[in-house]
């Protein structure tokens, strides 16, 4: 059964560098998504991106995240200077034809020291 | 997006059935209702979605009554296994797709 990938699984920085966390969502799939989740807090939406472009976002996302999807495989999330709040868990998620109808990868642990 | 409500948690034995309420009174018309599973340290689960009537698939059954106001997940004969945190949501399956997450309901299975 086809599966979204991430990488790293987990990935520890020092505040105030770049970090790019790396997706595959499942090969047919068209509405691709990032999450994060911070250690016993509830899943908070970052971005949607469907068609080549973000659909939506939320206000976590600010002008230090980006996304790409710079071929047709991976879907990349950029945090160009990690502060400690970016601690947390960071799912990535597509699906197919239901925008609802999501699913996740076993996601990134992001550790900012 | 409508708001929904849901108990904070629930606690089952294994073999019973278990049924997860969901309130949602200001769902649109065009609102489909959706249900996630998370386990520990992993990302949400797709388990079954619904418009209206009666939804079942080999994991869940998703009951929704005809104003739509709510709805109600059922597993049957839950195992230790189903011990996970259940998120409803409501949206559009069109637009945007900022998909929002609730608090959950943590459901507890004992031996």
């Known amino acids: 059964e086809p599966e979204v990938t991430q990488t790293p699984s987990h990935q520890v920085t020092q505040m105030g560098q770049e970090v790019i966390l790396r997706c595959v969502p499942i090969?047919?799939?068209?509405?691709f998504y990032w999450y994060r989740q911070i250690l016993g807090q509830k899943v908070e939406f970052l971005v949607s991106f469907y068609n080549n472009e973000i659909s939506e976002k939320s206000e976590i996302f600010d002008d230090q995240f980006s996304v790409e999807r710079p071929d047709g495989s991976n879907f990349t999330l950029k945090i160009r200077s990690t502060k400690l709040e970016d601690s947390a868990m960071y799912f990535c998620?597509?699906?197919?034809?239901?925008?609802?109808?999501?699913?996740f990868g076993p996601g990134t642990r992001l550790t900012v020291t | 997006l409508a708001k929904t409500t849901q108990p904070i948690s629930m606690d089952s034995y294994e073999g019973q059935e278990v049924n997860i309420t969901c309130s949602h009174n200001n769902i649109a018309t065009n609102d489909y209702i959706t249900w996630y599973q998370q386990f520990p340290s992993q990302g949400p689960r797709f388990i079954i979605q619904g418009y209206k009537t009666k939804v079942t698939n080999e994991v869940a059954s998703l009951f929704i009554p005809a104003d739509r106001k709510s709805s109600t997940l059922s597993l049957p004969r839950v195992s230790l296994s189903d011990t996970a945190v259940y998120y409803c949501l409501v949206g559009l399956n069109t637009g945007g797709f900022k998909t929002i997450f609730g608090a959950g309901t943590r459901l507890f299975v004992k031996a």
């Open positions: 998620a597509s699906g197919r034809d239901k925008p609802y109808e999501q699913y």
């Open positions: 090969s047919n799939h068209l509405y």
